[in-house]
């Protein structure tokens, strides 16, 4: 299964790296930007928004990332469920001894006891290293999220809303050069859909 995994990303971003390269040959720059056409695509495969935004080298970077955290979520979970079956194992063990022999040793149901317990606590161990993964994972997705978004924003140039404001300021002058610029602030808001 990892095998196959690690060949369909391998594959994926030798596609990706082929199709980018077909796109900046044949498709001229578009003055058409938007930052959700890139935060959408980031939202359904992270690192899908950077690529269309030329930025391969994030995009793939995030891929990658977000594809390590998703192997390591998964195999986290298999981890869990052997956890899970041999707790419950032991669990049937103790019970299945207690209720074969009328008169049970009790060096021997302390030792069942315990061996049970050690398996709660490594079913434990296990499913709170698989929340903290889970929660890289949301915390990594939520980042590339608004780190797209923020890229968006500068990717959008002059086709974005909002006000612009210029500050003119006194230029700095020596005894020499008496041109001062004079002190004043533009104000500029442009509407655009």
């Given at each position: 299964?990892?095998?196959f995994v690690l060949f369909y990303?391998?594959?994926f971003f030798g596609l990706t790296s082929i199709y980018s390269q077909e796109q900046t040959t044949v498709?001229?720059?578009?003055?058409d930007r938007s930052r959700w056409d890139l935060v959408w695509r980031s939202a359904v495969l992270p690192g899908w928004g950077l690529l269309h935004a030329k930025e391969y080298r994030k995009g793939r970077?995030?891929?990658?990332?977000?594809?390590?955290?998703?192997?390591?979520?998964l195999k986290g979970h298999k981890e869990e469920l052997e956890r899970k079956r041999e707790f419950e194992d032991s669990r049937n063990l103790f019970l299945t001894y207690s209720n074969?022999?009328?008169q049970p040793d009790p060096g021997m149901v302390v030792l069942l006891a315990n061996y049970q317990h050690s398996k709660q606590d490594d079913l434990d161990g296990v499913r709170s290293r698989n929340d903290l993964r889970l929660a890289l994972l949301g915390a990594k997705y939520i980042l590339q999220l608004a780190y797209t978004y923020w890229r968006g924003i500068r990717w959008e140039e002059e086709n974005s809303s909002g006000f612009d404001f210029n500050i003119r300021t006194y230029s700095q002058s020596d005894s020499?050069?008496?041109v001062r610029e004079p002190f004043g602030m533009d104000l500029k808001y442009r509407f655009h859909f």
């Open positions: 299964m990892k095998k990303i391998f594959l498709a001229p720059e578009t003055k970077f995030t891929m990658v990332i977000t594809s390590v955290l998703l192997l390591s979520e074969f022999y009328p020499r050069d008496q």
